[in-house]
């Protein structure tokens, strides 16, 4: 099966690549980098990888060409960072995920 994990940089999301790859399955990464990204994460798992916005529905395009599922673990985090900045919230938190959703429709 082949598999979208976005956010797949992150600390959580990348021990569920390494899980998934692991037990045999093709993995796509869609990251966009942030202060939660870390690419050394992602080290010696194999993987293809896509750098982009789940908001961008170009990005979230090219990442989901010929996957069976994806699995969302992008986001904005920690409270304190809402409340200094909640447009970058809305924007991933909402419109990346409705993003993600009209991608699998159109699948």
Do not use: W
């Not at 600390?11 to 692991?22: E, K, P, T």
Request: glycine share 12%; aromatic share 6%.
């Amino acid at each position: 099966m082949r598999v979208l994990v976005t956010g797949g940089a992150g600390f959580i999301g990348s021990h569920f690549v390494r899980r998934l790859a692991g037990n045999g399955h093709d993995v796509v990464v869609l990251d966009k980098l942030t202060y939660a990204g870390n690419p050394a994460n992602l080290e010696g798992i194999e993987h293809d990888f896509v750098q982009g916005d789940i908001a961008d529905p170009l990005a979230v395009a090219t990442a989901t060409a010929g996957c069976d599922a994806i699995v969302n673990f992008a986001a904005e985090t920690h409270v304190d960072r809402s409340i200094l900045g909640p447009a970058e919230f809305v924007h991933t938190d909402v419109l990346g995920t409705m993003c993600l959703l009209e991608a699998t429709r159109e699948t």
